[in-house]
């Protein structure tokens, strides 16, 4: 990272950051102080962080990118929903989680969680694995092995490293969880101060279980026995993975308004992306109308119309009518907002099982169970979806901009079917997967990078200067630019290790272009 943040690790191990909100950067975020013994009460805004600058650092990139979300709102002529990456946004994606994920788990290192309170030591790490592979999922490279370690740069680990340390530090998390729950059955220490899972230490080794099949399967392409490794230590762990609503991973709001609904409710700058909406209205699915609310719009009222992603928008009054989010019954002040869900588990597990993995079981069972866990997680009827075998995505025409039309992109259907190729059930696992984790966009964004699937319209107008390819998509954001100005030497290694120039066409390590069996 920047020197100045170095110069925090070195001495007091509070981030400091040399950019404007001069006094917020070197306030410790902790709240805590050296003479503290109780680290506890750094937990809180540690898990709500998880999410920090949320409209900035994922919204206006990745809900976007993954067909999610769409913004009515025209900030500027050239932005991220058009492919002209704006680096002060995107700086918040990554300067973010540096300032309120790893800055207060380097104190809690200096405090001696890790030897005093093991069990919370095993919290935080998993706290960070969530939040820091949304960091190398967007950017690639990046600081992590070596943050603190010196006052003059810090340098990039490889992708690669930084995968293998995640790994490492869930095999951290899960046995000390799992040595605290045997030696002190029925205690729960962490109870008042877990926003996530209430204080239940099996429901966060079950979530540890899950992430790493999640990164696991990230990695399958480019670092296939690592991969199924990784994998099969999960699917094969006594306590297993996440498997029903009741284990969903989600960050209740404490205080104030949740993200979501700001941005979507009281500032009207989210709506639904066209794509999402095209799956949801072709399928008939049941959980459209508890995603969203239809447009308000005089000329197509009640109609579920989104936005297509780098769609020309005039002006906001013309476009904030389209369809939104639900904010009315399911996205509430107080929603608590979704990290990870159990539906994703059976997805992952139905992937594996295409892979052959030891554990995994069948893929159709575990493809169903999938859908049935986010319908029953939605509160909705599942009906005669999976026996659907002729409804697919619908087409998207804009009544209000032609240009922005397009015919359906996708013609997988629902039902499952053991006579198709493995690349054909991908493409069903992948769509489903994708529908039951919104409106979660960091991890759909990276499914669709690595698979292909779901199908996605791409953007209408693209303003990368040709260095993102409209069919291809966009792959990844820029590095913030003032990385170049204070750790010079840690960006010229990040570099090396990308491969690639420091834009949005450039793949990731996993993003391995070609098939994906």
């Not at 990139?61 to 913004?71: E, I």
């Not at 490279?141 to 003059?152: C, E, L, R």
């Not at 099969?232 to 308004?257: F, R, V, Y």
């Amino acid at each position: 990272m920047t020197t100045s943040l170095l110069v925090f690790c070195a001495v007091c191990l509070v981030l400091l950051r040399c950019v404007g909100n001069f006094e917020e950067y070197n306030t410790d975020p902790t709240g805590i102080s050296d003479a503290q013994v109780d680290p506890i009460t750094v937990f809180k805004p540690l898990q709500r962080k998880i999410f920090d600058k949320y409209q900035t650092a994922q919204n206006l990139s990745t809900d976007a990118y993954s067909g999610y979300m769409m913004s009515p709102t025209p900030f500027m002529a050239d932005y991220n929903l058009n492919y002209f990456l704006v680096d002060s946004w995107n700086r918040d994606g990554f300067d973010a989680m540096y300032i309120s994920i790893m800055s207060p788990i380097l104190k809690l290192a200096k405090l001696g969680t890790r030897q005093k309170s093991p069990d919370l030591w095993a919290i935080a790490l998993i706290i960070k694995v969530e939040a820091m592979h949304r960091v190398t999922d967007k950017f690639g490279p990046i600081p992590y092995s070596k943050v603190g370690t010196s006052t003059t740069y810090t340098p990039y680990d490889t992708e690669e490293s930084v995968y293998g340390q995640f790994f490492q530090e869930l095999d951290t998390a899960v046995t000390n969880l799992k040595t605290f729950v045997a030696q002190h059955p029925g205690e729960a220490p962490f109870r008042d101060f877990d926003l996530i899972f209430g204080g239940d230490y099996h429901k966060w080794i079950k979530f540890a279980n899950s992430l790493r099949l999640r990164l696991a399967m990230h990695i399958v392409k480019a670092a296939p026995q690592l991969a199924r490794i990784q994998g099969e230590k999960a699917l094969n762990d006594d306590l297993g993975l996440m498997a029903d609503p009741d284990d969903d991973a989600a960050i209740n709001s404490t205080n104030g308004t949740s993200d979501l609904f700001m941005i979507t409710h009281d500032w009207d700058d989210n709506r639904l992306n066209a794509c999402v909406l095209s799956y949801l209205v072709g399928f008939h699915d049941p959980r459209l109308t508890v995603y969203a609310t239809p447009a308000t719009d005089p000329l197509f009222p009640g109609q579920y119309v989104g936005i297509r992603i780098g769609s020309a928008i005039s002006s906001k009054d013309a476009y904030k009518t389209y369809a939104s989010l639900n904010t009315e019954k399911t996205f509430l002040v107080f929603t608590p907002q979704p990290v990870m869900c159990a539906a994703e588990s059976w997805f992952l597990k139905a992937e594996a099982s295409l892979r052959e993995w030891q554990g995994a079981g069948d893929a159709q069972a575990n493809y169903e169970m999938g859908v049935q866990m986010s319908m029953k997680q939605w509160g909705v009827e599942i009906g005669n979806y999976l026996q659907d075998n002729v409804s697919t995505q619908a087409a998207y025409v804009d009544p209000k901009n032609a240009s922005n039309n397009s015919p359906a992109v996708s013609t997988v259907t629902i039902k499952w079917d053991d006579n198709l190729s493995k690349e054909e059930k991908l493409d069903k696992i992948m769509t489903q997967k994708w529908l039951a984790t919104f409106p979660e966009g960091q991890e759909a964004w990276t499914g669709f990078r690595r698979t292909g699937y779901p199908k996605l319209f791409p953007v209408v107008i693209n303003k990368s200067g040709g260095k993102i390819d409209t069919d291809v998509q966009i792959r990844r954001l820029s590095y913030p630019q003032s990385e170049y100005s204070t750790n010079k030497r840690g960006i010229e290694g990040a570099l090396q290790h990308l491969g690639g120039p420091d834009d949005g066409g450039t793949r990731l390590w996993w993003d391995v272009e070609g098939g994906n069996f």
